[in-house]
């Protein structure tokens, strides 16, 4: 399949009618809905981390060749609006090592009342294994992107980050009476 973003359209590669395709538009939604969310719970100091597969562009730490173009979800220009207004706390890990069946070297963008947990619990986890141990996510067929499977988060990536996010009450219920959130 063809990209839906580019560096020089961040936001969505035009069609040759001027409109965005409908999975931009509706990809575009769910981020300026989920951007409202967390500037919501950031003013009431809550916690909050946005996931995104890492930025593979040219300027990239993580480039790959033939995705010098690359946009990623960071650079939605609401996404790194956001990010900056709030510090750009980003973790970057790879998801193999909580057990997913690809590398899949994600960044999280977390608020900073998380963000040190967060390292804590996934920013040490760089892949260790042997080259051409994980298949590529790269590409697909019949309209479906080879990442659609690795969408979902293990059962070990979802206890840390919940450990990530609930550590701050742990502590505090602890030194109280002592009762634990896990």
Request: include cysteine; charged fraction near 15%.
């Amino acid at each position: 399949p063809k990209p839906l973003r580019s560096l020089a359209h961040p936001e969505g590669i035009p069609l040759p009618d001027g409109t965005l395709p409908t999975a931009v538009t509706r990809a575009n939604a769910i981020a300026t809905h989920a951007i409202a969310i967390a500037n919501a719970c950031a003013a009431h100091d809550g916690r909050f981390i946005f996931e995104n597969p890492v930025s593979r562009d040219g300027n990239s730490q993580f480039h790959i060749p033939g995705r010098e173009d690359h946009a990623s979800l960071w650079k939605l220009p609401a996404m790194a609006e956001f990010a900056q207004r709030h510090g750009n706390h980003t973790v970057h890990f790879d998801q193999c090592r909580t057990g997913a069946a690809t590398q899949k070297t994600t960044t999280l963008l977390c608020s900073p009342n998380v963000v040190e947990q967060v390292r804590a619990e996934v920013g040490h986890l760089v892949c260790n294994h042997p080259a051409g141990t994980h298949a590529s996510i790269v590409g697909g067929a019949d309209g479906e992107l080879k990442t659609k499977a690795a969408e979902v988060f293990t059962s070990d990536l979802n206890r840390r980050l919940a450990n990530a996010f609930l550590a701050p009450h742990r502590t505090a219920t602890n030194s109280t009476n002592g009762a634990s959130w896990l």
